[in-house]
């Protein structure tokens, strides 16, 4: 099956910075790969996502790119706030419902 | 329109006890999961459902039965609880692209 790794699994950045998360994919068939945020407590929820056929998607601070090639895909958060403090994961699918998540990155920003 | 409900939010079972945890979607939606959350292991896909009366094993499916009778409701079964099947439990839905978790269930198997 799918595996996917994900790295780094913490990581603190002033509040204003940058944060970037890396995901690779073993299974070259997977073409859809969507970021869950998960604040304490609480469900994981969709931020944004990409399909194979695009390079680069952005919904204003948050951006994802993918490399089909080298099978990695990362997360750009811009100018972080203190509320961007949360787990992320990633994951991988060939579509349907068999997802392959992440271990997940706990992201702190630090006013 | 309530999106995926699960229940109950929190349990605690004796060792060797069955429990059946809820999971509904008014969404009309395919495709239903169930994940288990343990710490620094991400989720992991335990059963799924592509449409009522199918139903298929996941990455750790031991231990857990699933039926899906209807589009709406997809239950997880444990058979004979044990410590291991402590976890947060998260059932999902979508059309196969975006999907939406329920609130999760925190099991206790002590």
Redesign the interface.
Known sequence: ?ENVE?HP?TLSVQEGDSAVIKCTYSDSASN?F?W?KQELG?????II?I?SNVGEKKDQRIAVTLNKTAKHFSLHITETQPEDSAVY?C?A?M??????????TSLTVIP | NAGVTQTPKFQVLKTGQSMTLQCAQDMNHEYMSWYRQDPGMGLRLIHYSVGAGITDQGEVPNGYNVSRSTTEDFPLRLLSAAPSQTSVYFCASGLGYGYTFGSGTRLTVV
């Open positions: 099956g994900q699994s859809y969507p869950y609480k469900r994981p929820q969709l996502d399909r994961f994951a699918s579509g349907g419902n068999q997802f392959y998540f992440g271990t997940g």
